[in-house]
């Protein structure tokens, strides 16, 4: 069985997929560490990770790092050109109660609202243009927006929900319209890859999907994003159907 198997992920908290995000942002040197000393880089303690070790079903760090570097060679060994492992992982995640949980209490969010804009910058500003069609397609009034310069400090009614996407939730621009949006009445809805991202925490809700960075570089540019948006793909679409259904009950209840 995978040391990260669908069972064992479900088991995960929020803390746990932080240290679980650690884990294969430093995969090479995790072998080389002790317990404290990734418990100090990790900013968790040492009790923190023999539970995850636990859940993981390994008796503690040691036998946690002997069976993650063999799965890592194995994994080397049979290495294809795209690691679709990467999603597959998230999915599973997603295919859990707690995160269809959350998913369903935004989706009840935005029915309640008439209007959905989207934000986002680079990569993520062509997912809230996607996000925005998409949810036109459903039925539901929305725009989005790809534009960091766009003039957000508008008085934004009541009746709006603001759904900002960003793997790294850093993006000065974004952090910044979030900050003006917060002072409006509208609802604010950040989709991250973390929740401890600077984003995250300032919006009223957060949906962290928790996938490897991946990083290209390319010429004299240098770092390149090139994190997959399969998860925020999923989760615009999952909302945009949930939201959909719930609006379909709405409007059959005061039918009736």
């Known amino acids: 069985m995978s040391l990260f198997s669908k069972q064992a992920l479900s088991q995960f908290s929020e803390l746990d997929y932080e240290i679980y995000n650690f ?11 002790t317990i404290r000393e ?6 968790v303690s ?7 070790c636990r859940k993981l079903n390994c008796d503690g760090f040691s036998e946690f790092k002997v069976r993650y570097k063999l799965e890592a060679e194995k994994s080397k060994n049979h290495q294809k050109r795209y690691d679709f492992s990467i999603v597959l992982d998230f999915l599973q995640r997603a295919n859990t109660q707690a995160f269809q949980n959350q998913l369903d209490k ?3 969010i935005i029915a309640s609202k008439k209007h959905v804009i989207f934000l986002g910058v680079g990569n993520s500003g062509i997912i809230a243009d ?12 929305s725009t989005g927006v790809n534009n960091p310069m766009f003039p957000i400090n508008l008085e934004v009614p009541s009746e709006t929900i603001i759904i900002t ?3 790294e939730g850093e993006i000065e621009a974004l952090v910044n319209n979030s900050e003006i949006l917060k002072r409006s009445k ?24 928790y996938i490897q960075r991946e990083l290209a570089y390319e010429n004299s540019w240098g770092k390149v994003d090139i994190t997959s948006q399969i998860p925020a793909m999923y989760i615009i679409e999952a909302l945009a159907k949930l939201t959909m259904l719930k609006k379909q009950s709405i409007k059959t209840t005061s039918e009736c």
């Open 23 to 33: 884990i294969l942002k430093n995969s090479e040197k995790i072998a080389y560490m």
């Open 38 to 43: 990734m418990a100090n880089e990790a900013h």
């Open 46 to 52: 040492t009790t923190t990770i023999t539970r995850f």
């Open 106 to 108: 935004i989706a009840t």
């Open 130 to 141: 996607y996000a925005s069609r998409y949810f036109c397609n459903v039925g539901i009034f």
């Open 165 to 167: 996407l960003s793997v």
């Open 186 to 209: 509208a609802t604010v809805v950040s989709i991250t890859n973390s929740k401890n991202s600077t984003l995250a925490k300032m919006t009223d809700y957060n949906i962290s999907y």
